[in-house]
């Protein structure tokens, strides 16, 4: 059974390949709304840009990084 993931938004990082990608493939088949999130702003558009650009939005950050701004 597939969950219904209608109007929760996800937030994922490393969004734009591996695991990442694919976790963010499958919030999106179900319905969610989601921030793809990877170190590349660049990168985390293309993810969008290929899921039609509904219900996704790019955000660029570096996890391992402790710098803000």
């Known amino acids: 059974m597939m969950p219904n ?5 996800i937030f994922v ?3 734009n390949r591996g695991q990442g990608r ?3 493939q ?3 088949e179900n ?3 989601v921030a793809v999130s990877a ?3 660049h990168d985390a558009e293309k993810v969008t840009s290929e899921l ?3 219900n996704t939005f790019a955000v660029q ?3 391992t990084s402790e710098e803000v701004g």
């Open 26 to 28: 499958y919030l999106h």
């Open 61 to 63: 950050l570096d996890v």
């Open 52 to 54: 039609g650009n509904r």
């Open 22 to 24: 694919a976790i963010v």
């Open 39 to 41: 170190r590349n702003l």
């Open 5 to 9: 993931l209608t109007n929760h938004v």
């Open 31 to 33: 319905g969610a709304i």
């Open 13 to 15: 990082t490393g969004a």
